[in-house]
């Protein structure tokens, strides 16, 4: 784990609804204390919450940090590119074309990267944008007395996705409506790509 009482992901997360009601909300991390990997959250028109986590350890991280009525272990393997996000989760696959930078992305990078991801800075900012796009947050409780900050850095639309779970296509590209219901906050409504850093406060010893 990171130093100074923090654990620190660094990578992006695409958000994403579809026709059948099925929202996605995909970690894609470069780094983190458990190394690069990639874990699914989802949840479908009914509500039901499933995590899938490569490994037990993910799993038990993830699922102390969020929400969930089901958690399943599967082998996820990734691919991003500048034009497409593709996701093989086993059970679970998704296609998602990556476009230009959002108004919201724009924004962002007027923001210096090391202040935009600062836990400081994310809790100042966070009633501004839980005003500005409903349902997100930038810093909340991650439980068992743990603190969680994300810091955007930078935003892409997506235009075009595909997904389909246990066979069965879902539908296509959708706002992520309504909000999920994994953590204290949502993916925004719009479908998008952002590169982010979410840190991890954990309780002083």
Request: hydrophobic share 40%; proline share 7%.
């Amino acid at each position: 784990m990171d130093n100074g009482g923090m654990d620190r992901f660094v990578g992006h997360i695409i958000g994403i609804g579809t026709s059948s009601g099925t929202r996605l909300v995909i970690g894609r991390w470069d780094s983190s204390p458990f190394g690069a990997f990639t874990d699914v959250m989802m949840e479908d028109v009914a509500g039901h919450r499933t995590l899938l986590a490569p490994t037990q350890e993910v799993a038990d991280y993830v699922g102390a940090t969020y929400s969930f009525d089901d958690v399943a272990l599967s082998p996820i393997s990734s691919t991003l590119t500048q034009e497409r996000l593709v996701v093989d989760a086993g059970e679970l696959q998704v296609f998602a074309e990556i476009g230009g930078t959002t108004v919201l992305g724009r924004l962002l990078g007027v923001v210096p990267a090391r202040l935009a991801t600062h836990p400081r800075w994310l809790a100042l900012i966070n009633p501004v944008a839980s005003r500005l796009i409903p349902g997100v947050a930038t810093a909340g409780s991650a439980g068992h007395g743990r603190t969680e900050y994300y810091g955007v850095t930078s935003a892409r639309a997506v235009p075009a996705a595909t997904a389909a779970w246990r066979g069965a296509d879902l539908g296509t590209l959708a706002p992520v409506s309504p909000p999920v219901r994994f953590g204290f906050s949502s993916a925004p409504p719009r479908p998008q790509l952002v590169s982010v850093t979410t840190t991890i406060r954990r309780p002083e010893e």
